[in-house]
């Protein structure tokens, strides 16, 4: 039999907001019932002539993930869309997307959570690509020459400089970058087979890319 922890359903609220603003972010979410989250420094790359002129076109940005009860972080995107106005332009971005095994807090357990989880029908998937420093910006070439409007690039490190871990047979080691790709779900199939063929990505090493489908989002248009 299930415990009332395993029959909850679990939500991943990803927040991409304008530098500055994350920890904002965080404490309206704990407003809302959401106990923390972290936050993580990225740029994103939608490009502006006027600020490609200027210099300013890699814009700074913080991303915000919490973790929460499907009605917990539901009520908290609400709040959140609410408060910083994610209605308009350039305000904000913010998803959620399902997660199935959760660990780590006081009532974890290492079970699957809801294994039939019913969840809405969504327009938008999110694209996750790991790659080594330097290599982010090629995969963004790479997804926009299949249509995609933009990402969000995060640098990031690996395990450590004298040890390394295995994820999908690439070696994790110290300065890689993430890139956050939200795409529609007819052009998911081109943008990923286009990063795949440009990065080489099947091959070891090279880095590692998984989609997950979003169940709500605020702030695309």
Request: hydrophobic share 40%; proline share 2%.
């Amino acid at each position: 039999m299930k415990t009332s922890f395993e029959s909850k359903k679990f939500e991943l609220l990803c927040v991409i907001v304008n530098f500055g603003c994350g920890s904002k972010i965080i404490k309206c979410a704990k407003q809302h019932g959401i106990t923390g989250g972290t936050i993580f420094l990225g740029k994103g790359t939608n490009k502006n002539p006027i600020l490609e002129f200027l210099e300013l076109s890699e814009i700074r940005r913080e991303i915000v993930l919490m973790a929460a009860e499907k009605s917990t972080a539901y009520t908290a995107l609400e709040g959140i869309n609410k408060k910083f106005g994610f209605v308009k332009p350039n305000h904000g971005i913010a998803i959620s997307t399902s997660i199935m095994n959760i660990f780590g807090t006081k009532s974890s357990t290492s079970k699957n959570i809801a294994e039939s989880r019913g969840v809405e029908s969504s327009m938008y998937n999110l694209i996750f690509v790991v790659v080594d420093r330097g290599k982010a910006e090629l995969a963004v070439e790479a997804a926009n020459k299949a249509g995609s409007r933009g990402a969000t690039i995060i640098n990031t490190r690996g395990s450590g400089i004298h040890e390394t871990s295995k994820l999908f047979a690439m070696e994790i080691e110290p300065e890689k970058e993430i890139v956050l790709i939200i795409s529609q779900k007819d052009l998911t199939e081109s943008i990923a087979a286009s990063i795949r063929d440009h990065l080489e990505i099947d091959k070891p090493g090279n880095g590692v890319m998984f989609i997950q489908e979003v169940n709500k989002t605020y702030g695309l248009y």
